[in-house]
Each structure stands twice: as C-alpha cells, then as structure tokens.
C-alpha cells in the first residue's frame, strides 16, 4: 500500500476507534431514572434521594421522576413496562407489590413476575396507639390490657385508619383476627384525618406509621400500646412488640429497589452493590433516622423472596377485609 494510503487508512481506524470510545463514554455516562411511585416530599421520596445522591460515585447521575397516583400503581407500572437495561430503576413498596394486586380489581402489572428485585432499602414500623385519656379512663396500660377490655367488652371497641384497604386498617384486621376480639373500623379520608380522630377521642385506637404518631407520643398525647414489627424499635425501645403478646404478629411499611424483569444479573448485581454500600454507610443511617426508617440492604435473592412472602401474606388480609378498588 502507498504510504499515504496507509497513513490515511491508519487515521481512518484511529478516528473510529475514538468515536467508538467517546460513544460507549457517552453511553456510560446516560442517567438512570429512579422512578418513585409516589409525591415528592414524602418519606419515600426523601430516602429515594438521599440514595441517589450517596450512588453518583458508583452509578453516576441518578435522576428522581416521581410519579404518584392510583395507590404507586402508576409509577410501579412505568417501571415494569422501561426498558430491562439498567437505565430505570424504581420503587418497590407495600402497598404496590403486596397490597394493591389483591385489593385493585384490575392491576396494569403482575407484581410477582414483571420485576427484578435489587434490594431493600427501609422498614419503617406501625405502632398500635391510644389516646392517652381513653386509654387511662379504661385502665389499659398494655396489649394484653386491650384484649383482655375487648373480650370483656364485645362490640365497644373501635378504631381508625387513613382508608379502606391502607396500611391501618389491615394491621387493624389482622389485630382483631389473632387477638379473637371485634372492634368497628371507622375509615378516614388519610391518615391526618385518622389521627384527628384519635386525638379528639372518636375511635379508642389506630394502627399508624411510626414517623407520623411518635410527636403526639412524646408529647404524651398518644399512648405507643405496641409496634407492629417482629422487633422492637430502636426508635421506641420501651415500648414492646405485639408479636411478644400475639406470636408470629409482623407488618410494617417497606419499601426497595427493582428493575424492570429481564434486566440481566450482572447490571442487577452491579447495582446491587452501588446501593447496598449506601445503604450501610453511618451517613444514611442517620439521615433516615431522622424519618424514623431503618435501612435494610439485602441482596436481590433475599428482597425477591420477602416481596413474595408479603404478597401471599397480604392476600389473605386484604381478601379478610372484603375492601376493593375498582
């Protein structure tokens, strides 16, 4: 070959491989999406971008697009349908992928096989609370106490929650199944409206989120009877558990990391390993302490089959309920 030819052929091979190298940069340095089924300002969203902001080291730049509505299922459903590359993540929550199949009528996703777990990020415990008043003025100073007056009291009880079919009122259900005891669910429009009611003295208990009840039990307004989760709180060390009166009793809200299904293991892996090291780091830790939400990492096998587990656990309550969204 002429060597000019050959140098020109040789420049040629040169600037390929850069365009090559520049687009495979280009193609790395693509944001992922974090889809959040949910507001942004809530605890979801907030832990969400803590997370985003620990990873950008690992991941580079994760980008929060939240999408509220019909219960997370929207923004769930924009996670199954993305494309399984590793460029869209998104939350996975009690409500989306344990409670919503069995209490929507139609679903726009199967929630047992159109994702791919990646971790858990957070559990935050439910705690069974009194108001303060009513809970001296019937003497019930502990779980059993509230038994033992709902047994001797048929039909007097009741209790509040943020909606038919809401975290509340199916703790509240399962309560009254183990415990043996009736109480009338008296649903709200939300969870704020719920705690009116229980602050005001309208229904005798609530089974509400930690974060939300713990000001009103400081203050001394509300009285923590019991948290829901297998463990105590760190948050409320002193105040037992209900599994330590009713054995087996466990629900909380939680919430983790998917990817849409087929996204190939090693792109799971990866991220995996991204969010987990963030998940443990002090930093997190306390900044979610402060939302009262305990980090959990797992790896994808351990969070796939928790979201399994609390789907059939959660059908079984809600079918208990009767409660339905069409």
């Known amino acids: 070959m002429h060597p000019m030819k050959a140098r020109h052929f040789l420049l040629t091979l040169l600037s390929a491989a850069a365009l090559l190298a520049t687009g495979q940069a280009n193609a790395q340095q693509r944001p992922i999406r974090l889809i959040v089924p949910y507001a942004a300002g809530g ?44 460029l869209t993540i998104g939350i996975a929550a009690t409500a989306t992928n344990a409670v919503n199949p069995w209490l929507y009528a139609r679903m726009p996703f199967n929630a047992a096989t159109d994702f791919a777990p990646v971790t858990q ?37 009741n209790y509040g929650s ?35 009611a229980l602050l005001s003295g309208q229904v005798d208990f609530n089974f509400d989120n930690l974060a939300t009840a713990a000001p009103n039990i400081r203050s001394g307004k509300l009285k923590a009877i019991a948290v829901t989760t297998a463990q105590r709180s760190a948050a409320l060390p002193e105040v037992p558990t209900v599994a330590a009166t009713l054995k087996g009793f466990s629900i909380d809200t939680w919430w ?26 002090p930093d997190t830790r306390t900044r979610f302490a402060t939302l009262l939400a305990e980090p959990v990492a797992s790896t994808p096998d351990q969070f796939g089959a ?21």
Not at 306 to 326: H, I, N
């Open 43 to 86: 605890p979801i969203d907030v832990t969400a971008r803590v997370l985003a902001e620990r990873v950008k080291d690992s991941l580079g730049t994760v980008i929060i697009d939240n999408k509220p509505g019909a219960g997370g299922n929207i923004g769930a459903d924009a996670v199954a349908k993305a494309a399984p590359d590793g």
């Open 306 to 326: 928790f979201m399994k587990s609390e789907l059939a656990k959660y059908e079984k309550v809600v079918k208990a309920t009767g409660a339905k969204v069409d």
């Open 256 to 281: 983790g990391l998917v990817a849409p299904a087929g996204t190939p293991p090693e792109v799971v892996a990866k991220l995996n390993h991204a969010f987990v090291a963030a998940l443990d780091s």
């Open 121 to 157: 990020m957070v559990r935050v415990p439910n705690v069974l609370v009194m108001n303060a008043e009513t809970a001296q003025r019937l003497k019930i100073n502990t779980l059993a106490d509230l038994i033992a007056y709902g047994k001797a009291n048929p039909g007097k009880l």
């Open 162 to 196: 943020g909606g038919n079919g809401s975290a509340g009122h199916l703790a509240g259900e399962m309560f009254k199944k183990e415990a043996g005891i009736f109480a009338v669910h008296i649903p709200y429009n939300g969870g704020n409206p719920a705690q009116l």
